[in-house]
C-alpha cells in the first residue's frame, strides 16, 4: 500500500557542532501572518536525551516560507534538559508554553 503525501516540509533546523540535536515541539499560529514553532534546542557534545536542552522559538511572517528570530524562551537548569514544548494562545491574547523539565540523577 503506498502513503499520499498529503503536505511538505516547512522548515528544517539543522544540528550543528555546538548543537547536535533539535527536538519536540509544536506549531502555534499567533496571528494572520505570524506562525511561530516551539521546539527543543539540544546543546553540548552529544546527543541523547539526557543532554541539556532549552525552549527555543522561532517565527515564519509568510506561511512558512522563510523563518527567524530564534529566540531562547525558557533555559534549562545546569542538571536538567526541557522538551515536548506546547504552546496555546489564552483568551487574553498571551501565550502559553507547557513543558517537561526533566533532571538526570547522576547517582
Known amino acids: 500500500m503506498s502513503m499520499k503525501k498529503i503536505g511538505r516540509e516547512v522548515l528544517f533546523l539543522e544540528a550543528k557542532e555546538s548543537n547536535p540535536r533539535?527536538?519536540?515541539?509544536?506549531?502555534?499560529?499567533?496571528?494572520?501572518?505570524?506562525?511561530?514553532?516551539?521546539?527543543?534546542?539540544?546543546?553540548?557534545?552529544?546527543?541523547?536525551?539526557?543532554?541539556?536542552?532549552?525552549?527555543?522559538?522561532?517565527?515564519?511572517?509568510?506561511?512558512?516560507?522563510?523563518?527567524?528570530?530564534?529566540?531562547?524562551?525558557?533555559?534549562n537548569t545546569p542538571d536538567g534538559d526541557l522538551g515536548y514544548a506546547s504552546t496555546v494562545e489564552l483568551s487574553d491574547g498571551s501565550l502559553l508554553t507547557a513543558y517537561y523539565q526533566k533532571y538526570v540523577d547522576e547517582n
Do not use: Q
Open 22 to 75: 533539535n527536538g519536540e515541539g509544536s506549531f502555534l499560529r499567533i496571528d494572520k501572518h505570524t506562525i511561530m514553532y516551539a521546539y527543543s534546542k539540544y546543546s553540548g557534545n552529544d546527543w541523547n536525551d539526557h543532554c541539556p536542552a532549552d525552549i527555543y522559538a522561532i517565527y515564519s511572517y509568510d506561511e512558512g516560507e522563510t523563518w527567524e528570530l530564534d529566540i531562547c524562551v525558557n533555559d
